[in-house]
């Protein structure tokens, strides 16, 4: 192997001052001959995993020495390139050896929303403007982090025969009413990027529609303060009937008041219990939808009782629990809603 050279910044280190370092009997030659053999050597070990250590001459000529540090530097310099170098080789080579394709991730799967449909009662191949199969779906995509699918769900519905444009309206508005709601359930920034899928889907795949939906303004605006919290604390009680007052105190205790305060008025007295396009059922079946998907089980089993307590039949429960295990078995995603602690679900069957 050739000597290395060096880097400009150590150009004339041995320099001028270099004899003054040297002791009477040594001469300048003689030292630096004895340095660069020593650098030499080391360089040549550094290839071979051989410890790097100076002859005993070496130490005692250079010890103590500005030259000494300066050259010190300069062999810590060409040991960290060679480590460097051979660190470099052995990346390169074990990204060249061979190495399994990337599997694909949950977001690059496409759904097949025509078996998602046939998993609730009676709507299989019969999807219409009060359909539940599209409103649980919706929840569950956006519950497993799948907010672009939302506009896919649109492109299938959006593609059926049997949706005239009336129809079609409906369906978009519950869509973007269940992406409304489930917001404060799933994380509010999903909630704003399953509405703007939704909107694109609309605006590539439905124009004919705009000019109607771009006409919708708020439903909640309007409404007096003293009329939220009323329909808050009525619809919080529809849910949990006799257990109401137990929650909230709970609730209220964990917080210093705060969460059952902004439960009954923020979550369901201004945006859950508006109800003129999610009915009670459908909001309910819908939050116990966002926590099954989501593995939570003691709220799921609130919402679950919720449903039975607001009219939902044990099928339609059933085939929710189906449908949101079925996205999650098409997106290859665990299975929710297992254990111990899901055993409530059984109750449905007997409902």
Same mark, same amino acid.
Not at 2 to 10: A, D, H, I, L, M
Not at 289 to 316: E, I, S
């Given at each position: ?82 480590? =460097? /170098?051979?660190? !470099? *080789?052995?990346? %390169?080579? @074990? ?9 694909? +991730? #949950? ?88 509405? =703007? /899928?939704?909107? !694109? *889907?609309?605006? %590539?795949? @439905? ?9 919708? +303004? #708020? ?133």
């Amino acid at each position: 192997m050739r000597t290395p050279s060096f880097p400009p910044r150590f150009k004339g280190i041995l320099g001028k001052d270099f004899g003054k370092c040297l002791g009477p009997t040594q001469s300048v030659s003689r030292t630096v001959a004895a340095a660069s053999f020593t650098f030499r050597r080391g360089y040549n070990q550094l290839g071979t995993g051989t410890a790097v250590v100076p002859n005993r001459r070496a130490r005692v000529e250079m010890s103590d020495s500005k030259a000494a540090l300066r050259l010190r530097a300069i062999q810590g310099h060409m040991q960290n390139k060679a480590i =460097s /170098s051979a660190a !470099s *080789s052995s990346s %390169s080579a @074990s990204s060249s050896s061979s190495s399994p394709a990337p599997q694909p +991730t #949950s977001q690059q799967r496409s759904l097949d929303f025509s078996a998602l449909a046939s998993l609730m009662p009676k709507e299989a191949n019969n999807t219409t403007a009060t359909s539940l199969w599209y409103v649980v779906a919706t929840a569950a995509l956006l519950s497993f982090h799948q907010e672009p699918a939302v506009g896919e769900l649109w492109k299938y519905i959006n593609g059926l025969n049997n949706c005239d444009q009336t129809t079609r309206v409906t369906i978009a508005r519950r869509i973007r009413e269940c992406c409304l709601k489930a917001s404060v359930l799933v994380g509010f920034p999903r909630g704003i990027n399953s509405l =703007s /899928s939704l909107q !694109s *889907s609309i605006e %590539s795949n @439905s124009p004919d529609l705009l000019p109607v939906l771009s006409k919708d +303004t #708020s439903m909640r605006a309007p409404v007096p303060l003293e009329e939220k919290l009323k329909r808050g604390k009525h619809f919080f009680s529809q849910i949990y009937s006799n257990h109401t007052d137990r929650i909230l105190a709970n609730m209220g205790k964990s917080s210093g008041g705060d969460l059952s305060d902004f439960a009954i008025r923020s979550v369901y007295g201004e945006l859950m219990g508006e109800m003129r396009i999610l009915n009670p059922m459908e909001t309910v079946m819908m939050e116990f939808v966002c926590c099954l998907a989501d593995d939570v089980a003691p709220q799921a089993k609130g919402h679950f009782f919720g449903c039975r307590n607001l009219g939902a039949t044990g099928q339609q429960v059933l085939g929710a629990v189906e449908l949101v295990r079925e996205i999650a078995r098409q997106l290859g995603l665990d299975r929710p809603g297992n254990g111990d602690h899901f055993g409530f679900l059984a109750k449905a069957e007997t409902w």
